[in-house]
């Protein structure tokens, strides 16, 4: 990984002082970071009336869908192995 001057100096620092080596520290941070950015990207933030909505229709019921249906019934196009 390239870095410039300052990074590396601003890294080792911190390392140093974290008692790590510059490679634990970086995967460290780096990781928590990863970890940060995925379970952001796999929640969902509702307000409290798109809550209600979303409460409703589950609760509500289940709507016919025709084509669904049809579909549901036909054989799959892809082969079995």
């Known amino acids: ?12 620092a911190a390392a140093e002082l ?7 520290f970086v995967l460290g941070v780096a990781t928590d970071r990863a970890e ?3 379970e952001r990207a796999n929640r ?3 307000n409290a009336a798109a809550f209600e909505r979303f409460i409703a229709a589950l ?3 289940a709507e016919e869908m025709p084509t ?4 549901a ?8 192995r």
């Open 44 to 46: 969902v933030d509702l």
């Open 68 to 71: 669904v249906q049809r579909y």
């Open 36 to 38: 940060q950015v995925l």
């Open 18 to 24: 974290s008692g790590e080596t510059l490679t634990g």
């Open 73 to 80: 019934r036909q054989r799959s196009p892809i082969p079995d």
């Open 59 to 61: 609760d509500a019921p």
């Open 1 to 12: 990984m390239r870095v410039s001057e300052r990074q590396e100096r601003v890294l080792r």
